[in-house]
């Protein structure tokens, strides 16, 4: 693919790029062997050389291959008629595979931007990502000398690296092997322009006859006597993972300010968040932030200032947030008697439980049953109140917090979300039973807590229909926050519902337990048992958590370890009454059993 592309057939490529199944891609495989075509034997492309052993170099690799692809796809467009559907096809199928990796660090999102615009497709990037990206965008047939000063302005002034290309140039006899997911497509450590500061995952293969280790002073890649981690790649790490916190300590404030433009101000004052962080943000979710908010925007400057500009930034945000507020209202319209009847059904059983549970009190009355040892007081003292009689008290044995899942893996299914919560809460709130409601989902290393109605609201639920879904899902910090914000309860009893997919899922990762460690992917079995030792922990503090389950096949098992036997899954709203009242009913038995 790569020599018939390149039209070269000496060619020795030192990248070659593979699908997931372990395919050659047709389409990447392509780029490389045009960039070739149009721009061999020259220091641009020799420029890779330069990131080699450098702290970052996936990224940079990354940010190359995404200015080539546009550069040769604008060569080649014109004579070769398929090009333009070989690289939409490619488009579809990487963004595609991205909605099911979890993966939405810089050089996935670069990646997805990149190829979102040859669809139409319009990703949410934050300021300084947009003008990366329209920078790496180089449209136009672009002589080498042209190309290359920009991809060194790019990485100049996004990231600080100066290009030093050896003189040997490129065709060394080692074979570069990436595939999507690895080198080309490598996922960073960290989010935002700082990356890499894991060691690079390369393959090499060495060709025949090419010495494997020119340095025999070398075993296995160290020095004698040379500690585990002490060599040039030790030190890359360390120096990596001091910038990183440079980095991201720099931005914080920046990305709490976008936070606020897109989700509206803060519930909380900055100091009094920074002490909720202080006890919730630790262990695995060290170096993470946590916001609150109820959705309300404040008057903001004008477009020129800092927060105008964000303002801009985040107006995209704001109107698909919106548009779906508006389709969820809609939804819930359209199906309004299947919804009226699940939500007339859950409270009668709700009720009922309520008053199975609940003991008869007897009090003092003027009318009732004539209790013959308060007759005297008639007499000699006017009181009235002779007679007993039984009432059930009406007033709730205990609150309920309703936590929706808000991330983008929610996105198919916003509609759903959202009247499946209005109808549990509504339930709760014609029995009489305070509720409080939030929807959660992480976003610049923020987990955002938007509040949807609080116990003491009275005027029902209308604010539940303002759900949307965006970016990802770290579970266990979001049960941190739920167990912070149920606090507020005054009742000693306490029921947590949440809609979820039981799969956790968030692109900060998990900070290392040591210098020489690496950090550890926030997703998957270690997503979920974080999730279920929160879970523990809640319930060792008296809530009671119910899990309202509505993932995949694939994710029962999820949900599962995180919910254990407290959970139902849910197929459609009709299902709903039943399951969750069984649950709640099964829950407010235990409460009384463990006031006995």
Not at 394 to 416: C, K, N, Y
Request: charged fraction near 35%; glycine fraction near 10%; charge should be neutral.
């Amino acid at each position: 693919m790569i020599w018939t592309a390149a039209e070269d057939y000496s060619f020795r490529p030192v990248f070659m790029a593979f699908d997931r199944e372990g395919k050659a891609d047709l389409y990447l495989n392509s780029v490389i062997g045009w960039t070739h075509k149009w721009y061999g034997g020259g220091s641009l492309e020799a420029l890779p050389r330069a990131f080699e052993g450098a702290a970052f170099q996936d990224l940079y690799d990354t940010v190359y291959w995404l200015c080539m692809e546009t550069c040769v796809y604008e060569q080649e467009r014109e004579d070769r008629p398929a090009v333009p559907e070989l690289r939409r096809e490619y488009a579809r199928r990487i963004l595609r595979d991205s909605g099911s990796d979890g993966e939405q660090e810089l050089a996935v999102t670069l990646r997805n931007a990149h190829f979102g615009k040859a669809l139409g497709v319009r990703t949410v990037l934050l300021p300084k990502e947009q003008r990366l990206v329209r920078d790496m965008d180089m449209k136009g047939k672009l002589t080498e000398a042209e190309v290359e000063a920009r991809i060194r302005m790019i990485l100049r002034e996004y990231f600080h690296f100066r290009c030093d290309v050896p003189e040997e140039g490129i065709g060394t006899g080692r074979r570069r092997h990436f595939r999507r997911g690895k080198l080309f497509l490598k996922k960073p450590a960290v989010r935002f322009m700082i990356t890499r500061l894991d060691d690079p995952e390369e393959d090499y293969e060495e060709e025949a006859g090419e010495e494997k280790d020119k340095d025999p002073g070398r075993k296995n890649g160290k020095k004698p006597g040379e500690k585990e981690g002490e060599g040039k790649e030790g030190r890359t790490g360390r120096l990596g993972n001091f910038l990183g916190e440079l980095w991201e300590a720099g931005r914080d404030e920046w990305s709490r300010e976008y936070i606020e433009t897109c989700f509206g101000s803060p519930v909380y004052h900055v100091r009094e968040l920074q002490r909720i962080e202080s006890l919730l943000c630790t262990g695995s979710h060290e170096g993470c932030h946590l916001y609150f908010t109820k959705g309300e925007r404040r008057i903001t400057a004008g477009s020129g200032s800092p927060r105008g500009r964000l303002e801009k930034e985040a107006q995209g945000r704001q109107r698909i947030a919106l548009e779906q507020e508006k389709k969820n209202r809609e939804y819930y319209e359209a199906h309004r008697d299947v919804h009226q009847n699940c939500i007339l059904r859950l409270k009668e059983q709700i009720a009922n439980t309520l008053l199975i549970e609940q003991e008869p009190e007897s009090v003092t009355a003027r009318m009732g049953k004539l209790n013959g040892r308060r007759v005297w007081r008639e007499r000699c003292l006017g009181d009235m109140r002779v007679f007993d009689r039984e009432i059930i008290n009406d007033t709730a044995p205990f609150s309920v917090d309703i936590m929706l899942d808000g991330s983008a893996s929610q996105l198919h299914r916003q509609e759903m979300i959202a009247s499946q919560g209005y109808i549990i809460a509504e339930s709760l709130r014609l029995c009489r039973i305070p509720v409080q409601v939030y929807s959660f989902c992480s976003f610049c290393g923020y987990t955002v807590f938007n509040i949807l109605r609080e116990y003491k609201d009275r005027d029902g639920n209308r604010d539940m229909f303002r759900y949307s879904a965006c970016g990802w899902n770290r579970d266990g910090l979001a049960l941190r926050g739920a167990g912070y914000l149920m606090e507020q309860s005054q009742y000693p009893n306490r029921l947590l519902i949440i809609l979820t997919d039981a799969s956790p899922n968030d692109d900060k990762k998990i900070p290392s337990q040591g210098v020489w460690f690496k950090k550890t992917e926030y997703e998957a079995e270690t997503g979920i048992r974080d999730a279920a030792d929160e879970v523990r922990k809640l319930r060792k503090k008296g809530i009671r958590v119910i899990g309202v389950f509505y993932g995949l096949d694939q994710e029962l098992e999820g949900a599962r370890k995180i919910y254990g036997s407290s959970f139902v899954r849910i197929r459609d709203a009709g299902q709903l009454a039943d399951t969750v009242g069984g649950l709640i009913r099964e829950e407010v038995r235990r409460m009384e059993e463990s006031c006995q």
